[in-house]
C-alpha cells in the first residue's frame, strides 16, 4: 500500500450473496485497488415467493454474515464503510425487522438503494471498467435485472425487473430437472417484462456485470483454450450461452456446479439466470456481451471517491498506468519508452514498413508503460514477471486477446522471440508477424532508454535503399546517448528481421 | 520501494562478465532487494597466457563497459557506487594502464580485491545465503576459484587458485574439439593445485558461487522434471555434473551453447569451468555441490550494510521476512496465523495424530508468513499469486524441493485440494498426505485469525475418541472470536480428511 492510502469497504447485501470489497485508494488520484473481499452465499431472497417475505432462515444466516462483517471491519480497523441493500431486501415486507436487527447487532446503517440507483451504479461499473460509450447494459442479480442505455458515456434510460437469477429459479424451475415447457415459460415471462422497453436496443454493444454473468463468462471461457485469465472483456457469445444453457438443462439442479468454472454455490438458480439473459441479449438484438468484472460495488466506489461525473477519462489508459502505479514502475522512463516506441512505429508506418494501425499502436503503448512492472517481484526473469502481472492483475477495457498480447509484447521486451502460438485459440493468422514487429519495437526502445535518463529525446525514422536507419537525438542539454546508441545496435536483430530488412542505428 | 529505502550500486568487474547490480536496502534493517542489473561478457581476461598481460581488444571492450555502467549510476542517481576488480585485472601486469584508462573516463575509482578479500566476499555470500555452518565453499570465476572452508559459521581458511573457467579453457581446451588428452591434463594440472591444500575437506557439505556454477546448475536443473525455479538450494551431483561434462564435451566449443541451460556467451569456458569443479569435488570427497544465487557482489553489499559479523543470524527466516515485507504482508496476522498453525501442528502431534518434524514444521510456518503475499498482485486468486512469487522471488537457504512444498501451502490455504504432483521428480511417496495435513492446518489457522485481530490468541488441540477438537481461547480483553469459530468451522474438512477422523472447532 501507498503512504496516503486510504480504505473504504463496501458491503452488498445481494439476493443471492452478501459481499464485503475493500477498496484502498489515493484521495485526489485516480489511483485504486480491491486489497480484501469477503463473499458469502447468504440467499437472503430465498423462498420470499409471491409474498415477498424474508423467511427465518435467510434471515438467521444474513444477521450472522452481517456480524462477521463487522468483526472484519472493526478488527482491520476500517472505519468507511457503504452497507447497501438490494432487489430481495428493497422488494421484502418486513424488510425492516432484518435491517433493524443488522443495525443492533453491528451498528451499520444499511441503505437500502432505489431501482434507480442500483441500475445507475451498474452503469458506472460498466461506464469504468469497459470502452462502451454508446450501447445497452445488463446487471443480472439474484432478485433483479437491471437495464441501461449509453449514449456519449453518459445513463440514458434504465430500468430494474424483477428477473434475477433467484426469483426466476424458484418461480420457474423449482425441481432438479428442468423440464422444456418450464424452460418455454421462464422464456416468455422475460420476453413479456422486456417487450415493452422501447430504448432497449436492436443491435449493437452490450457489455454485462453481475456474479452470474461472470460465472456463465467464466465457465464458457474454460470451454476455450487460452492462457488462464479473468472474464474481463471477455465476449460471451449469444451461441456460447446457448451451448451452456443446454449442458446447464442436460443436468439436475444439484449437478450443474459439476461443469466446469460453474460455481457449486450457484449450480441450482445459474440456469434461470442464463435463461434470463438470453432473452435480454435475444431482444436486444445481442450477439454477444461484453463482461465486465467490476459490478455495483465499484459503482458505489467510484461514485464516492471520483469527481463529477465519476468517470475515468479513458478507461484503457487509467487501467495501465493504475497498474504501473501499483508496482512503482519509473514513471519517466516507462512513458518514455512508450514515447519511442510509439515515434519508431509511426516513423516505420509512415515509410510503408509496415500497415499495422490504432489496435496495435494501443496495445504497443501499454505494454511500454507496463513492461517493468516485474520488477517488483525479481529483477531476475522480470519480463516474465511483467507477464505474469499483466495476465492476472487485470486491466479492464481490454479484451483477453488484447490482455495476452500485451503481456507478451512485455515479455519479449529484452530477449528471446515471441511466439505467437502462446495466444492459444486467440491467436489470428498474422499475429507471428505481428508480435515480432511490436517486440522489436519496444525492444529498440528500451535499450535507447537504457540508461533512463531520456538522453534520447526522440528517435527519427528513415527508410530508404531498401533499409531502415533510426536516428536518435540527443536531448538539448548535450545529453551523453553513447549507452543508448551501444545498447541498441545490440538488439535490433528482431526489428530487422520482422520487417525482413537492415535496421542500422545512427549515432 | 519502500520509504527510507538507499541504493548501492556493487560493480565486479571480472575475468568472464561484468556486472553492474544495484541494491535496494533500508538502513539499520534487514530488508533488502536486488533491484537492478547489467552484465556484460567483457571477457577482460581473454588471451592473457603466461605473460599476464591484458590484450588491447578486451581493455577496449572494458573502457566501453565501464562508460556504459558509469552513465547507467549517473543517469539511475545512484551515488554509492563499488567498483571492484578480481582475479585477471589483479594479475595483470598492465593493469594500471586499465584502471587509470577506467578513472579517467568514468570517475570510478576501482578496488582490485586482493585474493584473500575475495575468497571472504565469497564466503559472505555463502554464508548469508545457505545453511551450511560447518563444511567447504567453492567460487568458480573465470580467472580464479576461490576455496574456503566454513566452522561455526566462520570463515576458517581460504586460498585463491587461479583456475578459473577462461583461464583453465585458454590453456587447456584452446581449439573448437576437447581431446580426452587435454581433458585429462586439464584435471591433472587442477588436482595438483589442490592436492596441497590440507584443509580442503574430506566429504561433508559443499557450496558453490558464481556465474559457471549457475549456469551448470541451469543446464542440470533443466534436465529434470519440475515447477520452473532458480537454482538456489539446487543440489549439482556429481554424477549429474558428470552427465553435462560429457554432453558438452561431445560437442564442438561454438555448439556447446545450443545445450538446454547453457548460456551461449559461455559456451567456449564452460567446459573448463565444468572440469576445474569436478575435481574439486572429487578431491575434496564431496558428491554433490550446493548452489547458492549469491556471490562476490553480495558478499560486498552485506559486508557494507550489515553489521558485524555481517551475518544474517538465521538466514531461511531472514528470507521470508524479507519477502513478506517486500510484498507489504500484515505482518501481525500472517505471523500469527504462523503462531496459531505451529500450535495445531504441535497439538497434534503430541497426540499421535501425525509423526511430522521439524522439516515440516518449518515449511508450514514460511507458508504462513507468506501466504498472502499475493494480495500484492490481486486479492482475487492471491493464494495462486502468493504461490507464483514464492516460487519465483527468491528464499536462499530453502532447496527447490522446499520452495515448492512452501509454495504449494500457501497456494492451498484457501481452498482446494494440494496434489503432490505438481512437484513432479521432487516428489516423495508421503508428499500427498503431507501436503493435506499441513494445508488443512494452515487453512484452519487463517480462519481463527479471519478478522485479523489476533481474537483468537491461541488454539489447544485435544485428541481424544478418535477425534480431534480445536479449543480457540479468546485473547484476555474479551475478543469476540465469533467470526474465527463460524469461519474455522466450514473449513475444516481438508484437515479432517488428511488426519482420518473428525475436527470439531469448540465455540
Aim: charged share 25%; glycine share 10%; net charge negative.
Amino acid at each position: 500500500m501507498h503512504a496516503g492510502m486510504e480504505r473504504l469497504a463496501v458491503i452488498d447485501m445481494g439476493s443471492n450473496s452478501w459481499r464485503l470489497v475493500v477498496y484502498g485508494f489515493e484521495p485526489g488520484t485516480p489511483w485504486w485497488s480491491l486489497t480484501d473481499e469477503i463473499r458469502e452465499a447468504v440467499r437472503v431472497g430465498a423462498g420470499m415467493g409471491e409474498e415477498q417475505t424474508l423467511k427465518p432462515e435467510p434471515i438467521e444466516r444474513a444477521l450472522h454474515t452481517a456480524s462477521v462483517f463487522a468483526s472484519f471491519c472493526r478488527s482491520s480497523g476500517i472505519g468507511q464503510v457503504e452497507a447497501l441493500a438490494t432487489s430481495a431486501i428493497r422488494d421484502a415486507r418486513n424488510r425492516d425487522e432484518l435491517l433493524e436487527a443488522v443495525a443492533e447487532r453491528t451498528g451499520f446503517q444499511v441503505r437500502v438503494v432505489s431501482a434507480e440507483d442500483e441500475a445507475r451504479y451498474g452503469y458506472l461499473a460498466i461506464a469504468n471498467s469497459t470502452t462502451v460509450t454508446d450501447g445497452a447494459g445488463v446487471d443480472l442479480g439474484g432478485g433483479s435485472m437491471q437495464l441501461m442505455r449509453l449514449e456519449g458515456r453518459e445513463l440514458a434510460a434504465s430500468t430494474s425487473l424483477p428477473l434475477g437469477s433467484v426469483r426466476m429459479s424458484e418461480r420457474f424451475l423449482p425441481g432438479e430437472k428442468a423440464s422444456s415447457k418450464q424452460v418455454r415459460a421462464l422464456r416468455k415471462h422475460v420476453r413479456a417484462q422486456l417487450e415493452p422497453l422501447e430504448w432497449w436496443p436492436d443491435g449493437g454493444r452490450l457489455a454485462g456485470i453481475g456474479g452470474t454473468i461472470r460465472n456463465l463468462a467464466a465457465s464458457a471461457q474454460k470451454r476455450l483454450y487460452f492462457p488462464y485469465v479473468d472474464v474481463g472483456g471477455f465476449e460471451l457469445s449469444r451461441d456460447a450461452l446457448e451451448e451452456l444453457i443446454e449442458l446447464l438443462a442436460d443436468k439436475p439442479a444439484s449437478k450443474r456446479g459439476t461443469i466446469k468454472g460453474i460455481k457449486p454455490d450457484r449450480a441450482d438458480v445459474i440456469l434461470g439466470g442464463a435463461l434470463a439473459l438470453a432473452e435480454a441479449m435475444d431482444s436486444g438484438g445481442c450477439d454477444a456481451l461484453e463482461v465486465s468484472e467490476a459490478g455495483l460495488r465499484e459503482g458505489v466506489f467510484f461514485d464516492r471517491v471520483l469527481g463529477d461525473p465519476p468517470l475515468f477519462d479513458d478507461v484503457r489508459r487509467q487501467s495501465v498506468e493504475n497498474l504501473a502505479h501499483r508496482f512503482n514502475s519509473d514513471h519517466h522512463h516507462v512513458e518514455h519508452v512508450g514515447k519511442l516506441s510509439l515515434e519508431m512505429f509511426d516513423g516505420l508506418a509512415a515509410g510503408g514498413a509496415h500497415d499495422y494501425g490504432d489496435e496495435e499502436r494501443r496495445l504497443l503503448w501499454a505494454a511500454c508503460v507496463l513492461h517493468d512492472i516485474g520488477t517488483a517481484i525479481d529483477y531476475d526473469d522480470h519480463h516474465r514477471h511483467s507477464h505474469y502481472l499483466i495476465l492476472h492483475a487485470g486491466l479492464p477495457g481490454f479484451t483477453p486477446r488484447e490482455l495476452v498480447l500485451i503481456g507478451l509484447i512485455a515479455r519479449y521486451h529484452r530477449k528471446g522471440g515471441p511466439d505467437a502460438s502462446e495466444l492459444g485459440e486467440l491467436e489470428r493468422d498474422d499475429d507471428q508477424e505481428r508480435l515480432e514487429l511490436l517486440c522489436g519495437v519496444i525492444r529498440l526502445a528500451e535499450q535507447l532508454e537504457r540508461s533512463r535518463d531520456q538522453s534520447v529525446a526522440t528517435v527519427r525514422v528513415v527508410t530508404a535503399n531498401g533499409g531502415v536507419k533510426l536516428e536518435p537525438e540527443a536531448n538539448g542539454r548535450g545529453a551523453d546517448t553513447s549507452v543508448a546508441v551501444w545498447a541498441a545496435r545490440r538488439n535490433a536483430d528482431l526489428l530487422s528481421e520482422a520487417l525482413g530488412r537492415p535496421v542500422e542505428i545512427a549515432g
